[in-house]
C-alpha cells in the first residue's frame, strides 16, 4: 500500500501563491507517475497536473499552465505543486495521487492511490 499526506493548503487571496507537498510513506514510488487533481464545490474531480518518476516529464490541465509548476523529489518521496497567480476559480480540495501507468496521464481512473486532499481557498 501507498499513503499520500498533502499539506500546505489554506486560504490566500486573488493573485497569491501557495505551495502543497505531498508525503508519501509505505510501499516504494519507484517508476510511479504521480499527479494532483482538485475538486472545487459541485463540480467533478479534475487533473492539474502530473509528473513522471524522474520528473523530466510534465503535464498540465490549460487552465494552470503558465502558472503552476510539479515537481518531485523521489529521494525524500515528496512532490509539490507551486502555484502562483491564484484566482477564486483555483478553489478546491486539491488532491495527490499516484499510479502505475508508465506514463504521465491525466485520467482520474489510471490512478491507484490517493491522499484525504488539502483545502485550498482563494478569496477575491
Known amino acids: 500500500q501507498v499513503q499520500l499526506v498533502e499539506s500546505g493548503g489554506g486560504l490566500v487571496q486573488a493573485g497569491g501563491s501557495l505551495r502543497l507537498s505531498c508525503a508519501a510513506s509505505g510501499r516504494t514510488l519507484f517508476n510511479r507517475v504521480m499527479g494532483w487533481f482538485r475538486q472545487g464545490p459541485g463540480k467533478e474531480r479534475e487533473f492539474v497536473a502530473a509528473i513522471n518518476w524522474i520528473g523530466d516529464t510534465t503535464q498540465y490541465a490549460d487552465s494552470v499552465k503558465g502558472r503552476f509548476t510539479i515537481s518531485r523529489d523521489s529521494a525524500k518521496n515528496t512532490m509539490y505543486l507551486q502555484m502562483n497567480s491564484l484566482k477564486p476559480e483555483d478553489t478546491a480540495v486539491y488532491y495527490c495521487?499516484?499510479?502505475?501507468?508508465?506514463?504521465?496521464?491525466?485520467?482520474?481512473?489510471?490512478?491507484?492511490?490517493w491522499g484525504q486532499g488539502t483545502q485550498v481557498t482563494v478569496s477575491s
Open positions: 495521487a499516484a499510479t502505475s501507468a508508465l506514463y504521465v496521464t491525466a485520467r482520474v481512473a489510471e490512478y491507484n492511490y
